[in-house]
């Protein structure tokens, strides 16, 4: 059996096209399959029109989540009812062809894979979305030393055990792709087709990305800190060297000379004054995820379950 599962927070102009090219799809694949939307704390009418859906769509169960939580902690929600054998996520903006699942499955099937990924093979984004997530892959890879080509593709499978150990093991600030490869082995990735967003606006304004971005470095690596460390280090050595050149130069020149030194002075003061800044910034960024860490609040909390009664429907 075949779980997709799909985040949704304000879709409501994509979700009738969603739901009917994905049924299309896997009637054509045909497999058992489920579609899972879990609603992300939409304002707008998406949870309305999913609960409608189910009566047209019977493999269809609808998540209603109690706020908005997040792209990442909607999916967790999402696979903590799947029941699928294999489990896919992807977006419900259309960005993801749903025609590319059965693809997917079959090189999962054909290589005896845990985890399949994809590569967006031309991106529908606007430039400076390519070009920042360009930059931004190509860092994450290195701070991470996980090797993901499109970190920021969601058209991905799963197989159940992966999925299951995400599920049990789900931190507060998750970052899906990421997680599976610590709980897989075997991954591969192929390329997909991606569209431009078919309605509606993307839900990740700039702040988001950043936030987003953050988990995943801090999630899976010190770096960050070793950085604060050892660049706090360097710093007052090169603070030092500084001190005593002025000294000398003081001694050498005499006071006029000093005197006329004292805007670089503040300039620099300036300097390490912002750098200061920057490193409580990170630590408080550090700080902060590991006191929700540490309150243990559960990353998603359902609503309520809508779908077909065998599997456990309207809870
Ligand atoms: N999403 C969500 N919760 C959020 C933000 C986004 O469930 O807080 C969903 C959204 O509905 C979509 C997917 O995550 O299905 C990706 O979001 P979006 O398309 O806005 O991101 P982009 O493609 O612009 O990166
Ligand atoms: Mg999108």
Redesign the pocket.
């Known amino acids: 059996m075949i779980s997709v599962v799909?985040?949704?927070?304000?879709?409501e102009e994509n979700i009738p096209l969603l739901l009917a090219r994905l049924r299309k799809v896997m009637e054509g694949f045909g497999r058992p399959y489920e579609i899972i939307c879990?609603d992300?704390g939409s304002v707008d009418r998406s949870l309305e029109l999913l609960i409608a859906a189910c009566s047209n769509y019977p493999h269809l169960k609808v998540v209603e989540l109690t706020r908005?939580y997040?792209?990442h902690p909607?999916v967790m929600a999402g696979f903590s009812q799947a029941r699928g054998d294999v489990v896919v996520t992807m977006?419900?903006?259309l960005?993801n062809p749903p025609e590319e699942i059965p693809r997917l499955i079959k090189v999962m099937e054909e290589g005896d894979y845990e985890v399949v990924g994809t590569v967006r093979r031309v991106r529908r984004d606007s430039y400076f979305r390519i070009m920042a997530s360009r930059v931004v892959n190509l860092i994450t890879r290195r701070i991470t030393g996980i090797d993901m080509t499109d970190w920021?593709c969601?058209l991905r499978a799963y197989r159940r055990p992966v999925v299951e150990k995400m599920v049990a093991y789900a931190e507060q600030a998750t970052f899906i792709p990421a997680l599976a490869t610590v709980f897989a082995k075997r991954v591969t990735e192929i390329e997909v087709e991606h569209e431009q967003?078919h309605g509606g606006k993307?839900?990740?304004p700039l702040r988001k990305l950043i936030n987003l971005q953050f988990d995943l470095v801090s999630a899976f690596s010190n770096l960050p800190l070793k950085v604060l460390l050892y660049g706090g280090i360097i710093m007052s050595f090169l603070g030092m060297a500084f001190g005593l050149t002025l000294i000398i130069a003081r001694l050498y020149f005499g006071a006029a000379w000093a005197a006329q030194g004292v805007f670089t002075l503040f300039a620099i003061l300036f300097f390490f004054v912002g750098m200061q800044f920057f490193a409580l910034g990170v630590l408080g960024e550090y700080l902060g995820r590991i006191y929700r860490e540490v309150r243990r609040r559960p990353s998603f909390v359902i609503q309520r379950i809508y779908g077909p009664k065998d599997n456990g429907g309207n809870l």
């Open positions: 799909i985040p949704v927070h304000n879709e879990v992300d908005n997040g792209q909607a977006d419900a903006d960005q920021g969601m967003r993307t839900n990740y």
